[in-house]
């Protein structure tokens, strides 16, 4: 209606003869004609802004949405009986009966010798560190803590410089927590950090000694341990789960 009107004047204006009286209604039709233009402009500038403001909001709530999820996932992880190893461990898969070891069989066709004189059976050669290993993180995984405990430990004890003692130490720490022995759990853990700190068990003993810290109430000494997974392992699993599990202890 505005606009009509600004246009009719226009139109009469423009057959009169240009006085100053003219000049100055001419002036004032341009000017209405740039304010007009103007307003369009800023109507089409705030409903742009409207439009981005609806889809960052949608955009909050599906960030809310992947936040949940991912900590749901990472309360599920913290389930032994849900997977087999940790995050950030590469453990062989245990041993089977008839596996790739059984399956070797002997080449040679050479006549066979004479049978053994000597009774009884001969003797079996001793298990190394992989055997041991297998034996005792199947024990964790069904459950049988106690023995696990012992497994690792005889591992520990045959062959100290093994490449599994972190791996080791480190379900042994498990074990007595899943023992609810507290105690012992961050004993165990604070070793697999004095002695392998390097080890990719280093951030979950931190992480797993800030959680027993907690079931004893120790909050100050809980909150120490998770702080130091996020500043020190930033981009390890265990440092978003330290984040979550400091939110709770707030």
């Not at 070793?191 to 004893?216: C, M, N, Q, T, W």
Request: charged content about 30%; hydrophobic content about 35%; glycine content about 8%.
């Amino acid at each position: 209606m505005r606009r009509a009107r600004v246009l009719c004047l226009a139109g009469l204006l423009a057959g009169c003869v240009p006085t100053a009286d003219f000049r100055d209604l001419r002036d004032e039709v341009r000017k209405l004609q740039k304010d007009q233009g103007r307003a369009a402009q800023q109507a089409d500038v705030t409903k742009k802004l409207e439009d981005l403001d609806a889809k960052i909001a949608g955009l909050r709530v599906a960030q809310q949405g992947l936040d949940r999820k991912l900590e749901d996932l990472l309360r599920q992880a913290e389930d032994p009986a849900r997977r087999q190893e940790p995050d950030g461990g590469h453990e062989e898969a245990p041993i089977q009966p008839g596996g790739p070891e059984a399956a070797q069989e002997p080449t040679s066709h050479a006549p066979a010798g004479p049978p053994p004189t000597s009774g009884g059976p001969e003797p079996q050669p001793a298990p190394g560190p992989t055997v041991l290993y297998n034996q005792a993180y199947n024990d964790y995984l069904k459950g049988h803590y106690d023995l696990a405990i012992s497994g690792f430990g005889e591992l520990l004890k045959k062959f100290p410089g093994s490449s599994r003692s972190a791996h080791a130490q480190y379900w042994i720490g498990r074990s007595h927590s899943n023992n609810q022995d507290y105690r012992r759990a961050i004993e165990t853990y604070e070793r697999v950090i004095a002695d392998y700190p390097k080890s990719d068990k280093a951030p979950a003993a931190f992480f797993e000694a800030g959680l027993a810290h907690a079931e004893l109430g120790e909050i100050a000494k809980a909150r120490e341990r998770l702080t130091q997974v996020i500043e020190h392992y930033p981009r390890s699993n265990e440092a978003s789960r330290a984040r979550l599990k400091l939110a709770d202890l707030q």
